[in-house]
């Protein structure tokens, strides 16, 4: 379903530092997206971007493990790792009853060179009602794969100034009822209990990551294995933060969440380091784009 806003129902919490990126921006889930940055180059050594739109709630308490299980929503095996939904999303289990579920992926494909670069403060009133479907993640960390496009399907239309398409596709993770403005599930019975997700959630992707985490948190992801899919609840540069390691064909990707009331500090002094790295910030979009352009600086010919 596509519906037109004129204002957007929630901003991410580093929306006012993404502001001076002259970047491509779309909305999606409610919340303006920063899709590309311009001149960015395809082999940075670790690029940072911000995922905050993507819908989440949390649930804890005695009876939560048999509500998400009715729910069809699997449940991690053990404390303090992850599973994928069925059909897109991540189940983290933060402790024996408390979760973290997020839906949405990313984007539908499209080519985003096509895009025109538009700054927020471009994009004229925005406002609008929310829906109850948002798009697919597509597997934890899979779904990041799409946001490259392929050129199969039909652009979606750039901003333009009062009028913006927003994208609501199917979630069809075992529940219902989440919106962009509702993060939290509805009707909870006794002994389940909402846990209110305002988080700033970013990505890191790249050779560097390592050495990012190595200046910035005193937990040694390297001697975890990724096959266990774990979740780490530790400390970044003295902010509180949940993280699931991961990679890309070999590229480190990592996942990560923090309060967004510490958002603006958090992502300024990640950025600061990334670029202290020789790398930076780049739109959700652009993630897929780096990885071919690594696959063809390597390949013969």
Known sequence: MNYKLQTPLRLSPIHDQLQSLKGTWREI?????????PAVDGNLPVAIADLSYLTRFGVKGSGAIAWLAQQGI???????????????????????????????????PQPW????????????????????????????????????GNGSDPPLPPFKRGELESESLPFQGGFRGISAGKLEPPDL????????????????????????????????????????HPVVLTSMVGVSVTVIPGDRDGIPLYRIWCDGTFGAYFWETLVAIAQELGGGVIGVGQIQKMKEKRINRVSPG
């Open 113 to 148: 060179g096509e895009l025109e670069p538009q700054s927020p403060s471009e994009l004229g009133d925005l406002g609008g009602n929310g829906s109850d479907e948002s798009p697919p993640f597509q597997g934890g960390f899979r779904g990041i794969e799409d946001l490259g």
């Open 29 to 37: 889930n409610g919340m303006p997206v920063l899709t590309t940055v």
């Open 189 to 228: 019975p006794p002994q389940v209990y909402p846990v209110l997700r305002q988080d700033l959630a970013i990505a890191l992707y790249g050779t560097s990551v390592q050495e990012l985490l190595l200046q910035t948190c005193s937990f040694n992801f390297r001697a975890l294995s990724l096959s266990d």
């Open 74 to 108: 699997p449940i991690p095996a053990q404390p303090n790792s992850w599973c994928e939904l069925p059909n897109g999303g991540i189940v983290a289990r933060l402790g024996m009853t408390e979760f973290l579920i997020e839906e949405g992926a990313l984007l539908p």
